[in-house]
């Protein structure tokens, strides 16, 4: 049996080892692709996987690659119509979603209403709406399968037991590559060298996250809607060599943990593959050479985005979107050199503090409120 995907962001990190899947197992069929706008990369995946549908963001870039593909049978489109269209597409059973950013709720939204699964790596989507998008998915009887490794560990822990019976989760965390300096150590930090994780290859802007870790506290949230857990029963704990993925404690005491070498390759497989597992070619974990694996407790005044993330989600309404919308933007303005390492978090902590919550806010509330952090932090900080 064939299976049907679209890919949305499938020129970046997710979407490009969604593809090395497809290339593996043979029975899967991508029948849509969308992406920014990489038109040499776009234009060689369309024909090697051949889709119905292809979307570029920019209408330019859409123009160009539909002149370099007119002897192939592929729709080209573009922009947010061509994103939903990609994540409609009709044959479609599965849309992976790896767009980075906000823009991936409306497509998201479109897809669960189509009837489509979600395998999700958007976590944007979920923490900015997921009071909209966990009640659509009960609704429309679809399933949100999560790619995060951490989100997809605590997914695999959570197999075969209910969730009333979580006490807590543990959500884990390497540290990034500025585990254990201080805020003067980070005040000179470049961006190179906040490119530089010490265990994943991601990319710029969630490695970025990672070391601030922003990242953590957005999957702190995103775990909170996806799991039905308070807030505060969501404990992040730094491991430093990512190992173990992330653990759930159950009411009893015990502790269930998902482990196996840093490759998100097992969380797109299993989350296309689910409820079954498939053969995963790479690295094993090997027990007779592993000697330790050590925790630490994150350090929340240092790294103070994710204190902030743990404000966010318990104020909740729209407070997550401007948190998540003033990172974005803060991230955006660190990569063009344009601000410091620590003034990202800064950013996000006189956003939150300007803003007024909107309680239940709808999608169109949160991209208002996503526009007004924008402009606060234009007013702010480029005056």
């Known amino acids: 049996m064939m299976k049907n995907i679209a890919i949305l962001g499938s020129t970046g990190s997710i979407g490009t080892q969604t593809l090395d899947i497809v290339r593996y197992n043979q029975d ?3 029948t849509a692709l969308a992406a920014g706008g990489n038109v040499c990369l776009m234009e060689r995946q369309i024909r090697e996987f051949k889709p119905r549908l292809a979307c570029l963001w920019d209408e330019n870039k859409a123009m160009e690659l539909k002149a370099r593909v007119s002897d192939l049978d592929v729709k080209v489109v573009s922009g947010m119509n061509g994103l939903i269209e990609a994540a409609t597409e009709s044959h479609a ?4 979603t790896g767009v980075v950013g906000m823009i991936g709720i409306k497509p998201t939204i479109a897809a669960m209403e189509a009837g489509k699964d979600i395998a999700l790596a958007n976590k944007e989507t979920l923490v900015t709406a997921g009071h909209i998008i966990m009640p659509l998915a009960e609704e429309k009887g679809v399933k949100i399968l999560p790619v995060d490794s951490e989100h997809s560990a605590i997914f695999q822990c959570l197999r075969g037991e209910g969730q009333s019976a979580i006490h807590k989760i543990l959500l884990t965390a390497s540290g990034g590559p500025f585990r254990g300096w201080t805020r003067e150590q980070m005040a000179s930090v470049r961006v190179e060298d906040a490119l530089k994780h010490p265990n994943w290859s991601m990319g710029h802007k969630i490695t970025i996250d990672s070391a601030t870790l922003v990242n953590k506290g957005l999957e702190v949230m995103e775990a909170h809607w996806l799991f039905h857990v308070p807030i505060d029963h969501v404990q992040v704990v730094v491991q430093p060599a990512s190992i173990i993925h992330s653990m759930v404690e159950y009411e009893d005491g015990a502790v269930i943990a998902q482990m196996g070498t840093p490759d998100m390759k097992l969380p797109i497989q299993y989350a296309i ?14 027990f007779t050479k592993l000697t330790q694996i050590s925790f630490e407790v994150p350090d929340m005044e240092n790294f103070h985005g994710l204190k902030l993330a743990y404000e966010a989600g318990r104020q909740g309404g729209s407070m997550p979107t401007v948190f998540n919308a003033a990172n974005e933007m803060a991230v955006a303005m660190f990569l063009r050199r344009e601000i410091g390492f620590l003034t990202i978090v800064d950013m996000i902590g006189e956003a939150m503090a300007h803003h007024k919550i909107q309680k239940n806010p709808d999608v169109a509330g949160i991209l208002e409120a996503e526009q007004e952090t924008y402009e606060f932090i234009k007013s702010r900080f480029n005056s």
């Not at 059973?93 to 992976?96: A, D, K, Y």
């Not at 593959?273 to 090997?286: A, E, I, T, W």
């Open 28 to 30: 899967v069929r991508v």
């Open 93 to 96: 059973e599965t849309v992976v």
């Open 273 to 286: 593959y689910y409820p079954k597992r498939r053969y995963l070619p790479g690295d094993r974990l090997d």
